[in-house]
């Protein structure tokens, strides 16, 4: 089993930035892919970036790339998601997901998710 808790949400001005975190729970953290969804009202869920279990490949969603960036620190078993430039089209509940093997741009294929943080911002 693996638990995930993201945080670092909250409400922002256009133009700020965020950071936010996921921190997971077990033992085999390194051997899962990473995955940052996030889902506005009435829209579905979508992938906004993911990173592979050895780092060795990332994804980024066209509309946010040059502003987002995926990282993960398996020391401490949590991976952040650094969002800079916010637009007000970025308001959404950011879930963190986890997967066996590699990414995937299907919500289904995930194995593990967090509970979601919420993103506003405002202009």
């Known amino acids: 089993q693996v638990q995930l808790v993201e945080s670092g949400g909250g409400p922002v001005q256009a133009g700020a930035s965020l950071r936010l975190s996921c921190a997971a729970s077990g033992r085999t953290f390194s051997s899962f892919s990473m995955g940052w969804f996030r889902q506005a009202p009435g829209k579905e869920r979508e992938l906004v970036a993911a990173?592979?279990?050895?780092?060795?490949?990332?994804y980024y969603a066209d509309s946010l790339k040059g502003r987002f960036t995926i990282s993960r620190d398996d020391a401490k078993n949590t991976v952040y998601l650094q969002m800079n430039r916010l637009k007000s089209e970025d308001t959404a509940v950011y879930y963190c997901?986890?997967?066996?093997?590699?990414?995937?741009?299907?919500?289904?294929?995930?194995?593990?998710w967090g509970q979601g943080t919420q993103v506003t911002v405002s202009s």
């Open positions: 997901a986890a997967i066996r093997g590699y990414v995937s741009r299907t919500p289904g294929a995930y194995d593990y």
């Open positions: 990173i592979s279990w050895n780092r060795d490949y990332t």
